[in-house]
Every structure is written in structure tokens, then in C-alpha cells.
């Protein structure tokens, strides 16, 4: 009996050419490696945000050198700095405005807890008006912290189960 | 014109019978790349060009003023570090200045030389990046590059005098944290020497670029007599003809030790700015290399400076007067008597001021900061006027402010 | 720094209430409120000082008369001299005093600024409102009875508030600042202590 689609039977002059695996790993394998970042850069924390882009750290060798200040077209938002009350509607507006799937990591004390300005004018940590994946502590970190919390935020990209949520959403 | 698109017979006319189109408002920023962190401005536009300009200020007020208020004098100081996070090192001279004023303490010569040294760093370190960030706005980004590969230098030797790469909380009230590590004057002197003509390569991208010409000069003109109604100083207001240097002019810290000048512009434009700020660098190499050639010996702290910085941790170990001179400090913060001082140091943005109000004891009764970039800032609502809407980015680069500090 | 000195003493001369303020650098003058804007005037007109580069509210605490002073430092761009120029404000539960905006328009956004912090108002300034601190910000934060850590209040976007559901809070010192009580206390009261606001965001601030 011969089947009446060739495809779907062994086929060696494609071998080679089909990798078989799971849908949640190319995904994710996608999404981890092309992480546009939106540079929430609010203070101090955004010149080493800079310096990151810059030449000697390149960022550009994790995928995440797109910088983009259009919310519309970015995947993590970095949140570089202190976020004050006055400031704090802008910065959950832009997210809310940021497709889905999307990050956020808090960069620095400031962005993470309040850090040193525990006053009247600044939000105690960017987490009470957002929800945020990965903290990174320093104040302002080093450019090298700043890969590291990415490469702990691919890890965790690389652990979603996307499929299934693609399917549902 | 096809007639559906002509405008209507009602559209509103001025006196002179033009037709005057609906303005439009623009909110630009708090978070936009050309706003340098979150300046807004609401502008209004009559077509490309912009009628009004009312920037909103603020987003980055964090309470520095009220934070002084309930900590000792000592402890300010890495908040210092955060008013303007592009030269740490200057602000944190010019705080310990202000209160070594308060306390009347003299300053070694060494001490002095080693803050010109780092203030200078700061300022190149400053206005690198201003000039890497002025290129991104008008569209040169290798310049960025370029900027940011001379500041990694300038941080790496940062890093190994203070610990830190721009958080540094160096200069304290009577001296510095420690003196500097052997050898690194040296290399301070070689990263001079290799830093003038990577700064000449950097500038020839821009200096003779036509594009970056054709988008700064003319471009934001400040007059004399605006600049100094409106309380400009720095860079600014040396672009718009007024020679004033309060390194030069009111000098401090041993700056009138060494040979340098100050370069002052004519028209007032953005290429103005930019070209004073080019010439400021290359002064500042100047300095440096003076500092370093005849640094001095001795002391790095001053004499008087044991009642205000806590001891040596393995003397307050071993010795009953330093334990009790180090829980002194730690509890009551360092005495200083009642009075009122101001302190002015040129910072790469401009003056920056102290007014510290004391009723005596080791907290400021009242710690006004003057911040440069807020009374930069402040002339924009007339600078902007007229302005076409693509040249406000070119602008607010050439104005080159920095938030932290004018939100305080 | 004889300009500065001439100029002070000149002052002194015209205006009969115009005294010398105690200063530990420049040269300082109280000024009546009724007298500010001409000796401001003067000093920029007839003295040189032609540049305005501060003007600082200070609060001498609740119950202190008078409760505000404002203080202005001019400069004079051709003989790099300072002088500081001080006002109390005669009534110390509505501050006001008159606006040197006319003079020096970058006086605007400096008495923005205090009127935001302390709620000095100045009299004929073009646009007096809030620079730092939200439009509707209740309080002024620089004043002495204004703690540190803030005071609950509701965010300025209602959306957000509504999809956060947070607002201005009081921020938890948890026990900080370290300070002593300021000047001439014993060492037993001297000893660093959380000011009143060491309470957290679980643990709610004791008697109130």
C-alpha cells in the first residue's frame, strides 16, 4: 500500500533538512535571543544602561542591542532608575502599552526597593505597580550585572510553557 | 489643490489674511531618547514650527533636600554622587567644599591637587558623554561609540581610585576617602596623552560634518543678556559671549595654580555649545597634566578634618580616644557651628551651589542645592519659540542637562 | 571684596530698614518685605549684581516667628562677588512675598520651586503652580512638619490607581535614618535611633 501523501512518510531525500522538537523550545529559543529591550531610563542607573550598549560591554552579543523607546516594539522593558510617584503612571502606562509576551527587569536598588531615597517623592520599588521578572541589585550594578539578569531572564523565558499559552490566549 | 482637500471657506484667517491652521499639542517625554532622561515638554505646533514650549519638570524629584535635612553632614555625601550621575567626583568636591567653608577648614595641597585632578576627570568624563549623546539626537551615532570607549578608560581609573565607576563618594568633608593608589598618576598622565588625539578623531566627525553644521548652527540662539537674565552658567553661558569661569574667576581648590583658558563663544547656537564644550575637554587634559606634574606631597586630609571623618578602623580597635572620637561621629555627626554659607563650584553643567543653613550640631538645619541644569533648563520656554519641531532635539542635546540633578 | 561691601553699605543707607544679617562668607542683608523687589532692584541696576543664581526657602519650624525666610543670592558677572539677600515672610500661616520674576526671568521657576516646597506665594508671578511635585500634591514637603517618609496620598491618574491600586504611600524607614537629635544634647540621647517613622509597611505606626 502506498500512502497517498509523501510527506508524511519517510522521506530521505529531506533528511537533514527537519529538526524535530518540542513547539515550547523553538519558541522560546526565539524569544530568549532576540529580547528588544524598551530602556526605561529614568536616572544614574541608565548611563550604565548606556555603557552596556556602548562598545566594550555590546549587549549586541545577547540579542538585546534594539534598543526601543517605542513600547509597541519591545519585549523587556529595563526599568534603569528611580521611579518617582510623579513618574510612576508614565512608566505602567508604557508597559501596559508593550505587546504581550513581555519582561521587565528592575535595574538597581532605586528601580528594586526605594534603595536609598526613602522619601516622600519616590515609589518604594517599581514592583508595586508592575510585576517584575528579574531584580538586579547595585547602585547603580555594574554593565556586567546588567548581562548576567538578562541571561537569568532567558533562563526564565526558556522555562515558559509558550504553546500551551499561546493556544489559550 | 483638488477642492475636497482645499480648506474651507471658514477656516479661520489672521490679519494679514493667512490661513491659521489648528495648533496641535505634543507631549514630548517623560520618556523619549532625545529628553535625556525625563524632562516633558508640552508644546504646542503651528504646523513644523513651535508656538509654545512649557517643559514639565519633576519626574525625577527624589527629596534630596528634605533627605539632608535628617542625616549627618558626612552621610549626604554619596547622595551628592546623584545629582549629576555624569560627574560624581565634581559635586562631591564642591559639597565638601560648602561645608568645609562651614567648619573653616584648610585643605592641604595634595588634597587639592587630587580634587582638580578628578573634578577634571569628571568634567571630560560629562562632557563625553553630553557630546556622545548630542550625536545620537542629531543623528551620529559612532560618535556615541567613540565617546563611550574614551569614558570606560576614564571609569576604569575611577574604579581603581574609589571603587566605584561613577557612584564614587570621594571627595569628604576635609579631604578624601584615600589617598591616591601608586602609580596612578601615571597612568592618569598616559590616558591624557592618548585621550587628545582620540578627542580630535571624535570631534573631526563632527566640527566639519555639513549635517551636524546645518542642525546646530543657528539652531537654539541665546543671547548674552537672556543667558544671564535666565541664570545660565557653564558651558552655556560661555557659548553665548559671557568669559565667566568661576574656576578662573573665583577660584577654588588651588585652580589659580594652573594655566588655562576659557574658551567663550560668539553666536550663542547649539554649534557654539558644542564647540566650548570640544575646546573645555582639551583644557581640562591641560589641568590634569599641570596637577600631575608638580602633585604634591603630604597630607590628604586636613588637619582639622579628625572631629569631622571617623577614624582608621584598626585604630578605633585598639585605641580608647579613637573608639569614643568614632561613636562621637557615628552618633552626633561631625559639630559645626551656626551659620550660613553658599558655595559656588563651576561643575561641568555649570555652578553648582550649596546654601547650607546651620543651627550648629551634625545635621543641617536647611541644604539648598543651586542646580545648574535647572536654571538651564529654565530658558527654554524662550529658546523654543520659533523653533521647528526637529530642531528641539538638537536643542535639548546642545543644552546638555542632566535630570537627577535638576529635579533634585 | 569691596564692591559687594560698597553695595551692601549703600543699601543700608537708602533703605532704614535694611539690616546686616550675621553670614559666614559673603555679605548679607534682612530685607522687609515691603523693600525686597527695590533692593533687588537696585543691586541689579545699581550695583552690577546681574545675575539672580538662587533663591532658597528656608523654614525655621511650626511656631518659629517668623516661620519663613526666603534667601537670595545674586552675582555679579563682571566682579564675581555674591550677595545674600534674606526676607521673612510676615505671615507665617499664608507666606507670601513679593515675585522678582520682573527682574530676573529665571526667578520664575526658582519661586515655583519654593512656593512647592514650602507654599511661600509670590505676589505678580506670572505662573504660580507646582514645578517638582505633582499638580493637587496636598502637602509641601520641605516644610519642618512634613515628615520625611511622606504622607499617604492618592496618585494623580485615576486609571493607574485604579489598575494598580497603590498610591503615594508613606515610605517605610524600617528603621532609618540613623541621626542624633540635632545639637547640645547628652550622650545618652545622643545614641542614633530611628526618628519617629520606624515603622514598616506590615507594621502599622505606633499611637496614631
Known sequence: MVASNSELAYNSKIEGDVIVSRADAVINWIRSNSMWPMPMGLACCAIELMGVAASRFDIARFGAEVMRFSPKQADVMIVAGTVTYKMSSAVRRIYDQMLAPKWVIAMGACASTGGMYRSYAVLQGVDRILPVDVYVSGCPPRPEALLDALLKLQEKVKREPSASKLLSA | MPAEHAFPDSAAKNASGEIEAERMSISMGPSHPSTHGVLRLQMELDGEVVRKAEPVIGYLHRGDEKIAENMTYNQFVPYTDRLDYLAPLANNMAYAIAVEKLAKLEIPPRCQAIRVITAEMARISAHLLGLGAFGIDVGAWTVFLYSFTEREKLYKLFEELTGARFTTSYSRIGGVTRDVPEGWTGRVNAFCEQFLPRLEETLSLLTRSRIFVDRTAGIGVISKEDAIAYGLTGPNLRASGVPLDLRKDKPYSGYEQYDFDVPVGTKGDGYDRYLVRGEEMRQSARIIRQAVARFPGGSWQAEGARRIVAPPKDRVLTSMEELIQNFMIVTEGPQMPAGEVYFEAENPKGALGFFIVSKGGGVPWRLKIRAPSFCNLSILPKVCVGAMMADIVSILGSLDFVMGECDR | ?208
Open chain 3, 1 to 208: 571684596m569691596p564692591a559687594a561691601i560698597d553695595a551692601v553699605a549703600a543699601l543700608k543707607a537708602r533703605w532704614a530698614g535694611v539690616t546686616d544679617r550675621p553670614s559666614l562668607d559673603h555679605p548679607a542683608v534682612n530685607v522687609p518685605a515691603s523693600d525686597l523687589l527695590g533692593v533687588l532692584r537696585s543691586l541689579k541696576e545699581e550695583h552690577g549684581f546681574d545675575m539672580l543664581t538662587d533663591v532658597a526657602g528656608v523654614d525655621w519650624a511650626a511656631g518659629a516667628r517668623p516661620r519663613f525666610t526666603v534667601v537670595y543670592h545674586v552675582f555679579s558677572t563682571s566682579r564675581h562677588e555674591y550677595v545674600r539677600v534674606a526676607a521673612d515672610c510676615a505671615d507665617d500661616a499664608a507666606p507670601e512675598l513679593p515675585s522678582a520674576a520682573g527682574l530676573w526671568p529665571g526667578a520664575d521657576w526658582h519661586e515655583r520651586e519654593a512656593f512647592d516646597m514650602f507654599g511661600i506665594r509670590f505676589a505678580g508671578h506670572p505662573d504660580l503652580r507646582r514645578i517638582l511635585m505633582w499638580d493637587g500634591y496636598p502637602h509641601f514637603p520641605l516644610r519642618k512638619d512634613f515628615p520625611l517618609a511622606g504622607i499617604e496620598t492618592v496618585l494623580p491618574d485615576a486609571e493607574v490607581v485604579a489598575e494598580t491600586g497603590t498610591g503615594a504611600i508613606a515610605a517605610p524607614m524600617a528603621g532609618g535614618p540613623f541621626v542624633a537629635a540635632q545639637g547640645g544634647t547628652n550622650m545618652g540621647d545622643a545614641e542614633p535611633r530611628a526618628k519617629d517613622e520606624s515603622w514598616s509597611e506590615r507594621r502599622p505606626k505606633p499611637n496614631s
